[in-house]
């Protein structure tokens, strides 16, 4: 089957500003969408991104509250497993840390949708994605993309190495080794993570935007729960992970212009402001074109935005009837709010809510 496309129209223009919920007082005046209270009943299975489970928990949580009779199961396998699950109609919707490409919709196929059904992708989880690292007595360090980039491709192996040192004056750097994490599975942290070492030190990070590591070396963990706990089982350790599950780990501030900017939601929300919407989708399909180069003052360009991804219809009308209350909740204000509380992401703004609601609007 494949996906076939249809012009944007008025009602979802491209997203003029998504900034953290609350950074403006008209960002928070509309209404919020929510499933009816009682209606959904059944279960609802989906998988994929690692990133997300914080937040579907919160989510699935939240709609149960009000409809008891809904269980939402959620395998967090990572980003590409979850596709190919989706793809494949094993699971209702997909957690991914992208959208599918172009190409990849239009070779399909998606087996739980109705034949010449658009995809419902939609940007409902934007978080920093933090830097960890594990050395007594260092709490914080800066890192600029080159050096970031040198340390994961292997070429920079000593904590006291030079350009390390260069970029934190005062800082007793031990000569312990480097031990770089990264992700065993396919994943689309890695994918976010590579994108930026990509745009921001091609010259020492030749391997591209991938979702599938491809360096030899190093210490390979499965999903998000992997990363960290290598990380914080090692000394000299370092690795990437959705911020919501730092804990207690170092974490690096990256250098953004002439500034070093610590991860936080404002910071991530403020980075996926100034980047534009990808164009040649379905009206439902809202993907971000994150711009990774940004200079501007108090963003913080390695985020990622992770998407709830449906079909606009489903082969079966009672799946269709699930995700549409799930994907509805999630975009609300009170979803949001859950999902801020307990991962530390950055709710939506009301610009982007209102053009997710129209897309879900249409699943059926």
């Given at each position: ?246 804990g207690n780990l170092g974490t690096a501030a990256i250098k953004v ?45 390695l985020v990622l935005v992770s998407y709830l991804i449906g079909c ?32 530390g992401s950055a709710p939506i703004s009301q610009t982007l809510r ?11």
């Open positions: 089957m494949k996906i076939t496309r249809i012009a944007q129209v008025g009602a979802l223009a491209a997203v003029a500003a998504l900034t953290l919920a609350g950074c403006a007082a008209n960002e928070r005046g509309g209404p919020a969408t929510e499933a009816p209270e009682g209606a959904l009943s059944g279960n609802l299975v989906g998988g994929g991104a690692s990133s997300q489970e914080v937040a579907v928990q919160a989510w699935t949580a939240g709609l149960q509250a009000t409809n008891p009779g809904i269980t939402v199961d959620y395998d967090p396998s990572g980003s590409g497993t979850g596709r190919e699950a989706f793809q494949a109609g094993a699971i209702a919707f997909a957690g991914s840390d992208r959208p599918f490409t172009l190409d990849e919709i239009e070779a399909g196929p998606f087996d739980g949708c109705a034949e010449g059904s658009d995809l419902v992708e939609i940007p409902t989880y934007i978080s920093p994605i933090a830097v960890i690292f594990n050395l007594d007595g260092i709490e914080s360090l800066n890192l600029d993309a080159p050096t970031l980039a040198g340390i994961f491709a292997g070429t920079i192996t000593t904590w006291n190495d030079p350009a390390i040192v260069a970029l934190n004056e005062g800082v007793a750097l031990p000569a312990t080794n480097i031990n770089p994490v990264h992700r065993s599975d396919k994943s689309g942290t890695t994918g976010n993570f590579t994108d930026y070492l990509s745009a921001n030190a091609g010259s020492v990070w030749t391997y591209g935007s991938v979702e599938e590591w491809p360096v030899s070396g190093g210490e390979a963990a499965q999903g998000t729960s992997g990363v960290v706990s290598a990380v914080e089982g090692g000394q000299g350790t370092i690795g990437y992970a959705d911020a919501s599950r730092a212009g002439d500034e070093f900017v610590s991860y936080s939601p404002e910071a991530a929300a403020a980075s996926v402001d100034v980047s534009p919407e990808e164009e040649g989708r379905a009206a439902t399909d809202i993907a971000i074109k994150l711009d990774r180069t940004t200079t501007e003052a108090g963003t913080y360009p606009a219809q489903y082969a079966d009308a009672e799946t269709g009837e699930l995700v549409k209350g799930f994907f509805e909740y999630a975009a609300s204000e009170q979803g949001q709010t859950a999902a801020a509380d307990a991962a209102e053009q997710i609601n129209t897309a879900v609007a249409t699943i059926e």
